[in-house]
């Protein structure tokens, strides 16, 4: 099997796992906060990172992955900065209409396409972006119900929306710039953004639910229901570092809607939640934009590598012929007649992908 047949079974296994484990904790979380009563939710995501890192703790213990230290502030830059984005969601939907708080989650994708053309130079194609619009539609039709704006909850989504984008791509260009895991780097932010939402989460959810979750009723059900978020929030936590590590913080923007239109489809199934045509024609909808955007990716992520296969035999033969590195004068000659070796220019030092 070659690297990219083994690459590309990576990235499958990640984007399922990625899936598979969301739509699950989605689904224990409804049954907790929705049926339980348990709607602290910063807090209980605080509890899901500190599983996370005893659980890559063992691990690493096991010798399943090595650690390998890289830049400390990076790391805690990077790690206060996903527990911020992640309160900061959290208060978007407590201040917010759930319409609104839906259409704050949809801006993440032109947010992130944005500063990525900006500041990293990243093209998307016509095709791309056209795609994308497509699968934005479906989404917003599918879940977005009512849009009541008010000022606390406008600036609190626009920070949100900013500050997610900033660390997902962070995520991605941290593991290329050190040449960490995913494993490694999670390994390494977990405890920063465990702890920033430890201490912020009962504040965040007392302000948003009016009650003291160390005052909570917490029964053997509830427990069970906590315990077994938290173990599936591991999972969770490795795919979305392996997937935009793998792929791209916009691929993993449009997963994160493939998993809302398939909770939507569960709620109707299992949940027996409301479904109206909408709902149903925007899930369509949706489901076309992220076919079309996996065929164009597929399909110029092809073109690439062909590209890149032809350049290199051309390569290797100009560096075969003595003579045709003389006249495209990279060969150079010392004083006393011999070649001197090429000067190498590293112009790639400091580029961040």
């Known amino acids: 099997m070659s690297e990219s047949q083994k690459f590309q079974l990576g990235t499958i296994g990640a984007l399922s796992l990625s899936v598979v484990s969301s739509v699950s ?7 907790l906060i929705s049926t339980l009563g348990f709607t602290f939710a910063t807090t209980l995501t605080s509890w899901h990172l500190l599983v996370t890192f005893c659980s890559l703790h063992v691990a690493l213990w096991m010798k399943f992955f090595e ?30 209409s759930v319409g609104f708080y839906q259409m704050t989650k949809l801006a993440i994708i032109p ?8 500041f990293f130079r990243k093209k998307f194609s016509r095709k791309i972006q056209f795609s994308l619009v497509i699968l934005l539609l479906g989404v917003g039709i599918a879940t977005v119900t009512d849009l009541q704006l008010n000022m606390l909850g406008s600036v609190l989504s626009l920070l949100a929306v ?8 962070m995520t991605n260009t941290i593991q290329k710039k050190f ?3 995913s494993t490694q780097l999670l390994y390494q932010s977990c405890p920063y953004q465990a702890i920033t939402l430890f201490v912020t989460g009962p504040f965040l959810d007392g302000l948003l639910t009016n009650q003291n979750v160390f005052a909570f009723k917490y029964t053997s059900q509830v427990l069970f229901f906590i315990v077994l978020s938290c173990l599936i929030s591991v999972s969770v936590n490795f795919s979305t570092f392996l997937v935009i590590g793998k792929t791209s913080p916009v691929t993993y ?16 199934l299992l949940l027996k939640d409301a479904f109206s045509w909408h709902n149903i024609l925007g899930i369509l909808i949706a489901v076309i934009g992220m076919v079309l955007y996996s065929y164009y990716c597929t399909l110029e992520t092809q073109q690439k590598a062909t590209e890149t ?32 070796p090429d000067p190498v220019w590293n112009s790639n030092k400091d580029f961040k992908a």
């Open 25 to 31: 904790i989605v689904i224990c979380n409804k049954a």
């Open 179 to 181: 040449k960490v895991s």
């Open 253 to 268: 923007q449009v997963l994160g809607h493939l998993k809302t239109c398939l909770v939507l489809a569960f709620g109707y």
């Open 162 to 169: 900013i500050t997610t984008c900033v660390a997902q791509i």
């Open 309 to 340: 296969s032809t350049q290199l035999p051309q390569m290797d033969e100009n560096e075969k012929d003595p003579l045709i590195s003389v006249e495209n004068g990279s060969g150079l000659l010392s004083d006393n007649g011999v070649q001197k």
């Open 67 to 96: 650690h390998k230290p890289f830049d400390p502030r990076a790391v805690m830059g990077f790690g206060i900065l996903n527990g911020i984005s992640i309160g900061l969601l959290n208060l978007s939907l407590g201040f917010n």
């Open 111 to 118: 947010c992130t396409v944005v500063l990525e053309t900006i």
